[in-house]
């Protein structure tokens, strides 16, 4: 379970790949961007590659979050006992003994050894080079010296017998109020990863030679990353081509937390453009569009009487700022960006009434807004168009100059050919990449080119594929983008572990923020007791205010999603704001 799953979301592309053709078998689903066609943890994966790996990958971890109440309960498909105890220096180990018979997609049974070994791979050094996004196991006891290379043993993990292992949370790391997601873990096939793994005595170590360990790296990264062929969720891979992903039903999944087990046998995800897809699930090409948020699609789709499903938005449609390179840097130039701006216009043509303009890293259904909405209403800046005060911010940057570098720059002649420069003559320009196809990239290009214009600023805007924006903001490729529009999504786990400075350049610091009073509030959030709401919600209240401050992210819209879907797809009512169509697949059908 990974502390915080944040994923893109976006609405654009093209409509490819065969239908689904009516099959009483198949449900096909429309993503609304292309997939990376990364189905390992730890790179690049988009939210539409997550579908595809949430039906593979999940049901297996130690813990699962309960739909109804959020908690973090033990699996009771593969957990049998567990233990909590805490040691004379405050560490705690959680023992777990795991049940017997249940297999891998390939009748290969899971055992004990699978999880430790699953957790060593993922921290190990030779690992951590090339999954620049991987986290797992992060605050367990040793682990900065394994990941490190530093020590060749992991403290916190165990290998006790072949049914029962542990693993050991750094009291450096406690208390953390969703603390038992801190010893979760899912175990991977290492018959196949790495089939010439070898434990030491104590279960805390590879029992093997570098090159050894490389070459299972090598494997992993560069085949079973782009083609898992043994899996241990509810589908397994048959094939990702041309953009498109089939998955077949796994005979030996074990089910969900409640037993239940998936009705359909075939799962196709393919890329469909936003402007028809209704009318795709219309004429029975596509089965199911999920998490829409363009009102003129809703509204298409009641019109034609398909079926309609809607949610609050666990998150929110944002302007990502690079906070450590060109002009966005400066708290003065984002906050600008912020008063350049008319959001409720977003909330209008974007959501077409089923939103809200939010100012904080929220969505309006999460139960610590609900709690202190006055609070933070009150508390937070509400960034509304006045170009006034951007200009009066933008005063108070190093960009006040003509383009001599000495002149005070005068904001009343500010035109395309006036512009702000800094002392070495520096143009104020603030480069921004948005996915195509995408009414949110359209209405920023009409909004921010002309203000920016008005306040000595050069809004320069480029379009690209999902996948590309993906890569410019995460670093995986060379770039000088200071800005991209997309969304942010959160899981019922609320931790802004992510914007942490120590996270700057890993690809998983979107803004790549460094900011040590930043870094405090995150850590007062992590650091409350398990159980005490109260001290939580005033944290996490106390780390909005910040981070509405600081503006690395500005806030567009917060929303209603809306799956839409063939009258024949049945079950899609257990769907919610944290637990998505592809983390619900047991309770799906489709009716002949």
């Known amino acids: 379970m990974k502390k915080l799953m944040i994923a893109f979301v976006a609405a654009l592309l093209v409509l490819t790949g065969c239908g689904s053709q009516g099959s009483s078998s198949t449900l096909t689903v429309a993503a609304p961007a292309s997939q990376n066609g990364d189905f390992v943890a730890g790179f690049g994966s988009n939210a539409y590659d997550r579908w595809a790996t949430n039906l593979m990958h999940v049901g297996a971890s130690v813990f699962y979050i309960d739909r109804d109440t959020s908690e973090i309960k033990p699996n009771p498909n593969f957990v049998e006992s567990h233990e909590v105890k805490a040691d004379s220096e405050g560490n705690k180990t959680y023992t777990f003994k795991i049940k017997g018979g249940n297999k891998y997609s390939d009748g290969t049974e899971i055992t004990a050894k699978d999880y430790v070994m699953a957790m060593l791979f993922r921290t190990h050094p030779a690992w951590m080079k090339v999954a620049s996004m991987e986290s797992t196991g992060d605050e367990l006891l040793g682990y900065n010296a394994y ?63 570098p090159e050894e360990i490389q070459a299972a790296v090598e494997y992993v990264s560069t085949t079973e990353r782009y083609k898992p062929t043994v899996v241990v969720g509810a589908y397994k891979l048959e094939s990702y081509e041309n953009g498109t992903t089939i998955l077949v039903k796994n005979d030996q999944y074990a089910g969900n937390y409640e037993g239940k087990k998936p009705e359909v046998e075939k799962v196709v995800i393919r890329q469909v453009d936003s402007n028809v897809t209704v009318q795709a699930i219309e004429k029975g090409e596509v089965d199911l569009s999920p998490g829409n948020i363009e009102g003129e699609y809703i509204n298409k789709a009641k019109e034609l009487e398909l079926q309609t499903v809607n949610y609050p938005r666990n998150g929110f449609g944002n302007i990502t700022l690079k906070a450590n390179k060109g002009p966005t840097q400066y708290k003065e130039v984002r906050q600008s960006i912020g008063y350049m701006l008319n959001r409720n216009e977003f909330v209008q043509k974007i959501a077409g009434g089923y939103g809200s303009v939010v100012n904080g890293p929220f969505g309006l259904s999460q139960w610590f807004y609900k709690d202190n909405k006055d609070k933070i209403e009150s508390s937070l800046i509400d960034y509304t168009y006045n170009i006034t005060k951007a200009n009066e911010l933008l005063d108070q940057s190093i960009y006040k100059f003509e383009k001599d570098g000495v002149t005070p720059f005068d904001a009343s002649k500010a035109s395309k050919d006036y512009a702000r420069y800094d002392a070495d003559g520096n143009k104020l320009v603030v480069k921004h990449f948005g996915s195509e ?146 983390k619900t697949i047991e309770y799906i059908s489709i009716e002949g």
């Open 147 to 209: 990941s490190t290379g530093e020590s060749k043993v992991f403290e916190g993990v165990k290998l006790i017998d072949d049914n029962t292992f542990s693993l050991t949370i750094d009291k450096a790391n406690l208390p953390y109020y969703f603390e038992a997601s801190k010893a979760d873990i899912s175990p991977e096939p290492m018959h196949v990863w790495f089939k010439d793994a070898k434990l030491n005595a104590e279960g805390n170590a590879f029992d093997n030679t």
């Open 437 to 582: 196809k995408n009414s949110v990239t359209d209405l920023i290009v009409s909004q921010l080119v002309p203000a920016a214009e008005k306040a000595g600023m050069e809004y320069y805007i480029e379009q690209g594929e999902f996948a590309t924006l993906g890569a410019y903001m995460q670093g995986r490729e060379e770039n000088d983008f200071n800005a991209f529009n997309l969304a942010t999504s959160f899981t019922s786990l609320y931790d802004p572990w992510q914007n942490h400075s120590k996270y700057v350049g890993t690809g998983l610091n979107w803004s790549d923020i460094s900011d040590p009073e930043l870094d405090a509030a995150i850590e007062k959030v992590r650091r409350i007791e398990p159980g005490n709401r109260e001290a939580y919600s005033e944290a996490v209240v106390e780390y909005f205010q910040l981070w509405n401050d600081l503006l690395f992210q500005i806030p567009l819209y917060s929303n209603l999603y809306h799956d839409i879907a063939s009258n024949r797809v049945k079950g899609l009512e257990k769907v919610t704001p944290e637990m998505d169509w592809s």
